[in-house]
């Protein structure tokens, strides 16, 4: 297992990529199961994620070639299942990885069955899949849990239905989407979320040949089609790893263009941050940050389904406010459980106090480097934020959550002047 040793104190200064978004490819992935035809995805990201996802793919019979993009963003991969070898979605490979769920609609949706490993709860709460699979009940299929797996069956196809989630859910809408497109007759997804990502793999249906309306609405409508084709559609630019770098150049006191970033993606995030005191300006080839002057402002700060503050970034935000001037209360919407950074940063000198859902920061001068370990991916990068900030040296144990979502994120770093070093744990 790797780990991360981190020399804080150097502003990060200069440019950053930023990849092709993890949270967009995946469900992008997987709807490369909708069409005999296959689908080729440029700018995807280098990721530990992106190796589960294709090992799922072709143990399901998909062929996967992957190489450069022609642009030299990330990777091109052309994934064609012609026919499926296989309908499982086995333990092994889904509690390595939840986004294995996403599966289930293209499964289901082309092939009549899909039988998928049940996630489990993981570290940032108990994550249940119920509205995935009543999606996909309102669209005729036959749901059974037999032995820890969802065995889906529609032997005659799915048919159009009224899908009204009674929350937002990221991954619900992409699988109730991704089953829609091939179901007969038309559908509503009512709630539907509004990420980014949704709007990504929308497009990316629409080139395929799907018929869908009210993108980038909580009203999706989808009129099946009965047979996808080929589309090459390139990846949008990841908006976490954008608001992670963001507030990495704002935290050290540096000056960043995020090349390829899109503010327009992170603007609930952009706000909180620009009351706080970092500027923000747009480039020619995507945006620079900076902070505005000296110290930051304590501000609060809540997370929202999107358009609002994502949860995604609330790690890297208590990072960043726990040497602002004053206190911040941030409260998480989203997840039970995902404070697990917060010990840890308490660990380099953070003053953090959790009451429930909501966390009270008082800012302190400086964080002190410190050995840390980290609990999941935004966790992780937040104590890489800590340590590219604090004063002296911090080693970031279990870095693999990581790279599951961070690509090349120590050379990225280092490129703008951070001392940072990948070590092999003994
Ligand atoms: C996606 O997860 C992202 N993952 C997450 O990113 C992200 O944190 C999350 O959306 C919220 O933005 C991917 O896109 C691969 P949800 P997802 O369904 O789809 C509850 C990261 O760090 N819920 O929108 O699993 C759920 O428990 C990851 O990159 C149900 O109750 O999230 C949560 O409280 C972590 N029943 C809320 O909804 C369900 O059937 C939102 O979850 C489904 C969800």
Redesign the pocket.
């Known amino acids: 297992m790797d780990r991360l040793r981190i020399r804080g104190g150097s502003p990060l200064i200069g440019e950053i990529p930023i990849s092709g978004a ?3 490819a ?2 992008l992935m997987a709807a490369a199961l909708l069409s005999s035809d296959g689908l080729t995805l440029e700018n995807v990201p280098e990721l530990a ?1 992106i190796v589960s996802m294709s090992a799922l793919l072709k143990e399901l019979g998909a062929d996967i070639q992957a190489t450069p993009s022609p642009d030299g963003r990330g990777r091109r991969l052309f994934i064609r299942a012609e026919r499926f070898t296989s309908f499982e979605a086995p333990y092994d490979i889904v509690r390595k ?3 294995s ?2 599966v289930l609609g293209p499964l289901v949706a082309r092939g009549g069955e899909a039988k998928v490993s049940l996630p489990g709860g ?1 570290a ?11 999606a996909l009940e309102e669209l005729g299929a036959e749901i059974e849990l037999e032995a820890g797996y969802i065995h889906a069956r529609a032997p005659k196809g799915l048919k159009g239905g009224r899908i009204a989630f009674p ?8 699988n109730a989407l991704m089953a829609a497109v091939l179901a007969h007759g038309e559908t509503t997804i009512l709630n539907a ?1 509004r ?1 980014p ?1 949704i709007g990504d793999l929308a497009a990316c249906l629409i080139a395929m040949g799907a018929k869908i309306g009210g993108v980038g609405t909580d009203t999706l409508r989808i009129t099946g089609v009965a047979r996808l084709g080929h589309a090459v559609h390139p990846v949008i630019a990841d908006r ?1 790893e954008t608001g992670t770098f963001a507030m990495a150049a704002a935290l050290t006191g540096g000056d960043v263009e995020l090349i390829g970033g899109q503010l327009d993606h992170v603007e609930a995030a952009a706000k909180v941050l620009a009351s706080a005191g970092v500027a923000f300006t747009a480039t020619a080839r995507g945006f620079r940050v900076a902070r505005a002057n000296g110290r930051l402002e304590g501000v609060d700060m809540m ?1 929202e ?2 358009p609002g503050f ?3 970034l609330q790690a890297q935000f208590m990072a960043l406010m726990s040497t602002a001037k004053g206190a911040a209360m941030v409260t998480e919407t ?3 459980n ?1 404070f697990m950074h917060v010990p840890e940063l308490a660990r380099m000198g953070a003053n953090i106090n959790v009451h429930g859902a909501s966390a009270m920061i008082r800012g302190v001068e400086r964080l002190k480097g410190a050995p840390v370990m980290a609990t ?3 966790a992780s990068v937040s104590l890489v934020l800590a340590g590219l900030a604090a004063e002296g040296e911090t080693v970031v144990n279990r870095i693999y959550h990581l790279d ?2 961070y690509e090349r994120v120590e050379r990225k770093l280092t490129a703008c002047g951070a001392e940072i070093v990948r070590e092999r744990e003994t």
């Open positions: 993890k949270n967009a995946l469900p994620d990885m939840r986004a769920v996403l993981c940032i709460g108990n994550r249940p899949v119920d509205l995935h699979l009543m929350m937002v859910s990221v991954g619900a809408t992409e979320a990420e990502e976490i997370t389904p999107y994502p949860t995604d989203i997840f039970e995902r999941d991916l935004r599951r979502g």
